[in-house]
């Protein structure tokens, strides 16, 4: 089946310490999505990639980078990560165009100690 | 920037049940989106809305694109214990691209 997968699913870093989320797609989607979502809160967009072009949120920390190597796979990377940073970090794809659903992927649940 | 406005925050509910809750908009939305999130996984899409006044059903699932383009509804008729979770809708304003706005979720609990 065509999806969205996260991995790992559970992602223990220590404070400081960088760590880089992975997420992958078989559904062929041109656009590409990470959010940040804390305590059952509504998901908050980091930034996206439409293909190549990276679109960074104004209000996303400089902490927080992004790199999409191909189509089907794209990083979240936190340079240094703090305690506030500790979240679920959704990964999300659409295909560019009328439909705008977005598919997401389960999620990875970062802790910071 | 756009802020969607979504109630009831949380609601308990008794198997059997109909449901209903709603998303309002300061700005024109021209889609909406509602999905279902359970605890520890990601938001799962079921309905899509792309215009006004359009009335969708997945199962006992209906939404309605407001007339207003300012609003949506999502209605669940005979709840079930596997409909307890978050409920999200998510609208796309125009010229915003591919991004989307959340509402702030409605937390749906069902009781035997």
């Known amino acids: 089946d065509a999806m969205v997968i996260q991995n790992p699913r559970y992602q223990v870093t220590q404070f400081g310490k960088p760590v880089t989320l992975s997420c992958s797609q078989t559904l062929n989607h041109n656009v590409m999505y990470w959010y940040q979502q804390k305590s059952s809160q509504a998901p908050k967009l980091l930034f996206h990639y439409y293909d190549k072009d990276f679109n960074n949120e104004a209000d996303t920390p400089d902490n927080f980078q992004s790199r999409r190597p191909n189509t089907s796979f794209c990083f979240l990377d936190i340079r240094s990560p703090g305690l506030g940073d500790a979240a679920m970090y959704l990964c999300a794809t659409s295909r560019a165009g009328a439909s705008y659903e977005q598919y997401f992927g389960p999620g990875t649940r970062l802790t910071v100690t | 920037g756009q802020q969607l406005n979504q109630s009831p925050q949380s609601m308990f509910i008794q198997e059997g049940e109909d449901v209903s809750m709603n998303c309002t908009s300061s700005?024109?939305?021209?889609?909406w989106l509602w999905y279902k999130q359970d605890p520890g996984e990601g938001p799962v899409l079921l309905i899509a809305?792309?215009?006004?006044?359009e009335l969708t059903s997945n199962g006992r699932l209906t939404a309605q694109f407001g007339i207003t383009r300012k609003d949506s509804f999502l209605n669940i008729s005979a709840s079930i214990p596997s409909d307890v979770g978050i409920y999200f809708c998510a609208g796309r304003a125009t010229g915003t691209a591919s991004k989307l706005t959340f509402g702030t979720g409605t937390r749906l609990q069902v009781t035997l």
């Open positions: 809305l792309y215009k006004a006044g």
């Open positions: 700005s024109i939305f021209n889609t």
